[in-house]
């Protein structure tokens, strides 16, 4: 499809399994973004490449998370341990780079619901 | 440090009111972006408007309307003639320099239009 495609659209797992989220961004997209949308909040930055590399990885709330976007396309969200806590919609953008960084709009996916039983 | 401050949790109008969505950013940089983003009930985020920082003109399309303030690092939104259709959460959010234009949220209002 020509949108930002997340896979899978929910997962339920249970405290302590290992989880991978998908990412297929927008072709010739090179910036892609990892937010965390807890209910009744905004998305909150977690990981942001530019290419196959991370320019920022501020976000990641521990080392349990960790991101892989290694030929510059589809990127990986990998959470080890998974805690209740981690529970919430991850978000996938991606957007079009402008001069050297990326200035422009993001276009979101649907999501990845994860809920940690 | 950057931050966004969408000071107004939820507002519930009544259908044909004009509606007003606040929004206030906080940053050192001074080339930055701008942007709202409209979340409708199914879930997607959708891209509304960006304003870089130099350039203060408002904006009108349609019936939306936005009222960027550099003097009083203001971002406002404006609805006119709202339609239970606008119902939906809407979130600000601040792109800027350092750290390479990462794009951070507002927590969001959301809007209620009621028929």
């Known amino acids: 499809g020509a949108g930002v495609s997340q896979t899978p659209s929910n997962k339920v797992t249970e405290k302590g399994k290992y989880v991978e989220l998908r990412c297929d961004p927008i072709?010739?997209?090179?910036?892609l973004y990892w937010y965390r949308q807890s209910l009744g909040q905004g998305p909150e930055f977690l990981i942001y490449f530019q290419g196959t590399g991370a320019a920022d990885d501020s976000g990641l709330p521990n080392d349990r998370f960790f991101a892989v976007r290694p030929e510059g396309s589809v990127s990986t969200l990998k959470i080890q341990r998974t805690e209740r806590g981690d529970s919430a919609v991850y978000l996938c953008a991606s957007s079009l780079t402008e001069a050297l960084w990326n200035t422009g709009e993001l276009f979101f996916g649907e999501g990845s619901r994860l809920t940690v039983l | 440090a950057q931050k966004v401050t969408q000071a107004q949790t939820e507002i519930s109008v009544v259908e044909k009111e004009d509606v007003t969505l606040d929004c206030v950013y906080e940053?050192?940089?001074?080339?930055?972006?701008l942007f709202w983003y409209k979340q409708p009930p199914s879930g997607e985020l959708v891209f509304l408007i960006r304003r870089n920082s130099f350039d203060e003109q408002n904006e009108i399309s349609g019936r939306y309307s936005w009222n960027f303030q550099k003097s009083t690092s203001s971002f406002n939104f404006t609805i006119t003639a709202s339609q239970v259709v606008d119902s939906a959460v809407y979130f600000c959010?601040?792109?800027?320099?350092?750290?390479?234009?990462?794009?951070?949220f507002g927590a969001g209002t959301r809007l209620f239009v009621k028929a």
């Open positions: 959010a601040l792109s800027v320099s350092t750290g390479g234009f990462k794009t951070i």
């Open positions: 940053t050192r940089d001074t080339t930055y972006y």
């Open positions: 072709s010739g997209h090179t910036a």
